[in-house]
């Protein structure tokens, strides 16, 4: 079956940056968008971060210019390097696939544990 492992958050300073990770696997890893998406307490959860098989790349406007998605096939890992972080990018931060059907994002039914991100003000 699926499975997502995310890693490499923690509390972190306004200003900081962290670098998250996320091992998959039960998944062709190579040919699927990938994405991070993340939820802050009562609200709901989004895509932040995209990226192809091929490496092509879109943010939320909210992170766009902070965060970088990235990936590694050959590992099935994909990252997450958040910079200039502040306090509204405080949530647990998932990765998943991020496939765009039809023109329309599919939101994944199956997610891990994630990872929690807290940034300090």
């Known amino acids: 079956q699926v499975q997502l492992v995310e890693s490499g958050g923690g509390l972190v300073q306004a200003g900081g940056s962290l670098r998250l990770s996320c091992a998959a696997s039960?998944?062709?890893?190579?040919?699927?968008?990938m994405g991070w998406y993340r939820q802050a307490p009562g609200k709901e959860r989004e895509l932040v971060a995209a990226i192809t098989g091929g490496g092509s790349t879109n943010y939320a406007d909210s992170v766009k210019g902070r965060f970088t998605v990235s990936r590694d096939n050959a590992k099935k890992t994909m990252y997450l390097q958040m910079n200039s972080l502040n306090p509204e990018d405080t949530a647990v931060y998932y990765c998943?696939?991020?496939?765009?059907?039809?023109?329309?994002?599919?939101?994944?039914?199956?997610w891990g544990q994630g990872t929690q991100v807290t940034v300090s003000s």
């Open positions: 998943n696939t991020a496939a765009v059907v039809g023109g329309v994002r599919v939101f994944p039914k199956y």
């Open positions: 039960g998944i062709i890893f190579s040919i699927n968008a």
